[in-house]
């Protein structure tokens, strides 16, 4: 408890400051004329005086406060190396220890995450962001009990600016310091590679160049001071998944770069990765992602047309409506055979470019269509031989047939029918049908969801809202995917051939959707979908596996023609596995969120399909240097009144010191000792109670009027 005394005046001061004047001066000529008189008047005065200024004792009850000191811990993916989180744990631990021997100290962790990017005013932020956290744990802990901060770390920080630097010691002055404990060693090497340029996007079917550095950093620890680099050649190898592309060995420090061919439109995740170097630290930063996209130019189409009909319009209004589309269309009109004595030079078609289209530029195409091609003598087997070879290779072929196709002159009975997934029977049916999305058809995605095609319900599925066709043509599916029946027999097929793909739709009456009959269908949709199905649109591949990093969370996505779920592995950045199970609806798809708070790479595979989806960029600035370092701290530490100090030579005591004491010395830190508390009460006592003031006034004016009077 703690005393003082205090003034609770019964007047304001002003007012009773003149009464003292008035009364002095009137005391004054009693003093001049008697002595003994005037003493006991200006007794009386004081008196009065005193007891209109009311003296109070007042009494504190005072608890005192533990000092915080705060400790905070760098869990980033750089302390992963080496032995840094065992150095990490071991300091904790020492710290801990100390602070528990010292009465009315109380200790605070935080630990400090890899940061996933997020877009702020400032721009994108990542990595190690320590002086946030100090920012943070300042403005939550009151600044008469903070005793100090205590960074332990490998001190690869990424948001020690100098603004941040000059915010935090001012907030906390010279007498809070703040002490760095660095992991790693000071004489740490290591190699990198690093993407020095390359295109987010590319032009399928031309070369794209990734320009890259090699650098060797060594013995930056033992200086704190600019990077050496070593010399030599290292070997760099660039792959797309398993598949090496190119190796090359390269100078080190010096930019070259790799010429790649892109062959599939959608994302291509390429890795660079380089040797490792003798003692390096780690190889995590060997390796770095490049992410190129590749888009298609234009779409070049052959159309074929076999002969004129009511739905050949619909082909060509369908892909000419597509600015993203080069279409070339050709209709027979005169097959060879016909001859009715007309002079060539009065007739006005022009010859069909065989050999340029089906032997010279053939591989120039996306896709070939045959619309109700009969074969005749404009195709020699050997140019069928070409589109089968196309094919294979990785073309596309799609298939619209009519009642030629159930004939011996049906493009089934060439070569081309052992690429064509349905075997006619002979046999066509007219009559009016409505065309139905099969059961795989409602998990494959150039028919799931179709605009009117009707839904899964308990078990079945609903009737669609679309109108009646009225041929197609009996067959038999001996490979592929029937996406859609007609008359309970396959409408439409679909299947893969070697490296390409092939689509057959065995009726020739989607041009009345076209029309709008009994309210048409969605004709232009459902031969978008499948025409970039068999241009390998990855959107719409039916076994899809897809991956990214959001939020602090691994978002997962699965597609597939079969299966109630699907068994996930997970490959994190730290090497550990984990298994998961997703669930697939009745449509095949199905998604997952996992906790991914490491930055780097994660690898997800289910048994068939794998990709690799990188958290915060594709090469994460954490892994940038991975190099223990004090360079990032010092000017912190040094403005606060701080040390640095390696954790692999010894772990200092810890002491308390005053604010007014250095804050550390050769093998040990200090933390500030406040002496911090809080008022749990107050007491107040009259030092001048008023019976006893008005009993001793009128004493000492009775005595001063007995005096006078003698």
Known sequence: MIGEV?????????????????????????????????????????????AVLNPELVR????????????????????????????????????????DKMPNMELQVSEVQDSIPEQ?????????????????????????????????????????????????????????????????????????????????YGLVGKKVSIEYRVEDRIGQGLTDGPTANAVGL???????????????????????????????????????????????????????????????????????????????????????????????HFTILRPPEKDDFTPLNEISLIAFPTRELFEVKLKEFDLVLFDRYVVRDVLPPSYLENINNYVKNGGALFLAVGPEYARQDSLYQTTLGQLLPAEPS????????????SNVGMRHPITANLPGGGAMKDGGKTKPKWGRWFRQLDTVARDGDILMTGLSRPLLVVDRFGKGRTATLLSDHIWLWARGFEGGGPYAELLRRTAHWLMKEPDLEEENLRAEVRGGK???????????????????????????????????????????????????KDGELEIEVAASEVNPIEFTDLRATSQHLRSLVKKTGGSVRWINQELPDIRKVRSSRTKYGKSWLGLLENRAYVVTGMEETQLAPPMLLVLIILTFLMTAWWREGH
């Not at 705060?70 to 220890?97: E, F």
């Open 6 to 50: 205090s003034l609770t005046p019964l007047f304001p001061l002003p007012v009773i400051a003149v009464f003292g004047a008035l009364s002095l001066l009137l005391v004054l000529p009693a003093m001049m004329s008697s002595v003994s008189v005037g003493v006991w008047r200006l007794a009386a005065t004081l008196g009065l005086l005193v």
């Open 60 to 99: 504190e009850n005072r608890k005192a406060q533990s000092d915080i000191v705060i400790a905070l811990v760098d869990r980033t993916a750089s302390q992963s190396v080496g032995r840094r989180n065992a150095q990490a744990i071991s300091a904790l631990a020492h710290v801990k220890a100390s602070i």
């Open 120 to 200: 702020t005013g400032s721009g994108t932020t990542q990595g190690t962001l320590i002086m946030r956290r100090i920012q943070h744990a300042i403005g939550s802990v009151s600044k008469s009990r903070l005793a100090g901060i205590l960074i332990i770390s490998d001190g690869q920080i990424h948001d020690a600016t100098p603004e941040a630097v000059d915010l935090i010691s001012n907030s906390l002055g010279e007498y809070t310091p703040i002490h760095a404990l660095i992991t790693g060693e000071r004489s740490e090497r290591d190699r990198q590679i690093i993407v020095e340029k390359a295109p987010a």
């Open 234 to 328: 290292a070997k760099v190898s660039l792959s797309d998944g398993d598949e090496v592309l190119s190796v090359a060995h390269q100078p080190v420090g010096q930019t070259r770069q790799f010429e790649i061919n892109l062959d599939h439109a959608g994302p291509s995740v390429l890795t660079l990765e380089v040797e490792p170097m003798a003692g390096e630290l780690s190889t995590l930063n060997n390796k770095a992602l490049v992410s190129i996209n590749g888009v298609r130019d234009r779409l070049r189409v052959l159309l074929v047309s076999g002969q004129p009909h009511a739905g050949e319009r619909t082909w060509r209004n369908m892909l000419k409506a597509d600015p993203a589309v080069d279409l070339i």
């Open 426 to 437: 002979g046999r066509i049916i007219e009559k009016g049908f409505l065309p139905k999305i």
């Open 554 to 604: 691994l978002l997962i996505k699965r597609r597939s023609l079969i299966g109630e779920s699907a068994k996930i592995t997970v490959v994190h950045p730290s090497g550990e596995e984990t298994n998961h199970v997703l669930d697939l609806d009745q449509y095949g798809q199905g998604h997952m969120e996992i906790h991914a708070l490491g930055v780097g790479l994660y690898r997800v």
